[in-house]
């Protein structure tokens, strides 16, 4: 094992510098995973270009799948691991101790800190999965992977929970008919989940043909290619025709664009008592009219919002 080790950190806005890190020292609570694929998501290319306020100086990266290679007595109880197993840690280290974490909700923990998105000032410094090793403290989830793993499959666990806890909170179950909005790596994901709870049809909406392509081969039963100039009534008539039941808009929208048009645009495909399910960040600040009378109160709609991966 090395004593020291060299990561990737961002500094400032736009500017990454390589940096030595004396390897952590693994107490009875700890684990130190060595890294062999991180994921790179559009959170990582905002907190790089210095949106939403980044904790500088970061290693980033929270799509982690890696190998351990040191467990503490007690981490090796709590995470059933010992060195060699291939493990994924969720982005997400709750505080274990406040309310929601007592009952269960531990992505909405009031203290949760975040995988790549910790200072990496702070000891032991390994906190992002973009350097050669990843510091695992108590808290963390992490998740053991069978050894014949895919590499490139497993890294997308936790973009896959995402899509999983969107499915869970928007109740997708057998036959629910649901638009998938945007076919980024969010998008395409959900379009995975959503079939294997079962819904259809399922409708992916975007504007690019060759990620639209993509999510036909993962089992979208449709695509449906927009632009810019394409009215919203005729994606909505496109949406009828899809799900071909009594003439009626869909009863699940996930919108992975994390634009507010594919916002405005996943309302009007709605039926009453329909779900949209918003997963992509806008950022701060961003307003879209809902008709409270119309839409929520005689519509019964529900508008709500579901939040990284940890279980819902
Ligand atoms: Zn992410
Ligand atoms: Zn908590």
Request: net charge negative; proline share 6%.
């Amino acid at each position: 094992m090395p004593v020291r080790m060299t990561a990737p950190v961002t500094v400032s806005p736009n500017t990454i510098e390589y940096r030595e890190f004396d390897m952590p020292k693994i107490g009875p609570r700890d684990a130190l995973v060595r890294m062999k694929l991180a994921g790179v998501c559009g959170t990582d290319v905002h907190l790089f270009h210095g949106d939403w306020n980044p904790a500088y100086p970061l290693i980033q990266g929270h799509e982690i799948f890696g190998e351990v290679v040191e467990v503490g007595s007690e981490a090796a109880i709590k995470h059933n691991v010992k060195p060699g197993d291939l493990v994924n840690a969720e982005v997400l280290i709750p505080c274990n101790d406040c309310y929601f974490c007592e009952r269960g909700d531990y992505a909405r923990c009031v203290k949760v800190e975040l995988f790549g998105n910790i200072s990496c000032a702070r000891p032991p410094h390994l906190w992002g999965g973009f350097g050669p090793y990843l510091y695992i403290p108590y808290n963390t989830r992490l998740h053991k992977f069978p050894m014949d793993v895919i590499p490139e499959a497993a890294v997308l666990i936790e973009p896959l929970g995402t899509a999983i806890r969107a499915c869970k909170r928007s109740d997708v179950s057998i036959g629910t008919s649901t638009v998938i909005i945007g076919p980024g790596p969010i998008g395409l994901v959900s379009v995975v989940a959503a079939k294997a709870y079962g819904a259809s049809p399922v409708i992916l909406l975007g504007t690019r043909e060759d990620r639209l392509a993509v999510g036909k081969q993962l089992g979208a039963d449709y695509i449906v290619k927009i632009d810019s100039r394409t009215a919203r009534e005729e994606v909505a008539e496109r949406v009828r025709e899809c799900v071909n039941d009594h003439a009626l808009l869909a009863e699940v929208v996930l919108e992975a664009a994390g634009t507010v048009e594919a916002q405005k645009m996943g309302l009007g495909l709605l039926r009453p008592t329909g779900v949209m399910t918003i997963m992509g960040a806008t950022g701060m600040g961003k307003t879209v009219q809902v008709d409270t009378y119309y839409e929520l109160l005689l519509g019964e709609q529900r508008v709500q919002g579901s939040n990284l991966s940890g279980w819902a």
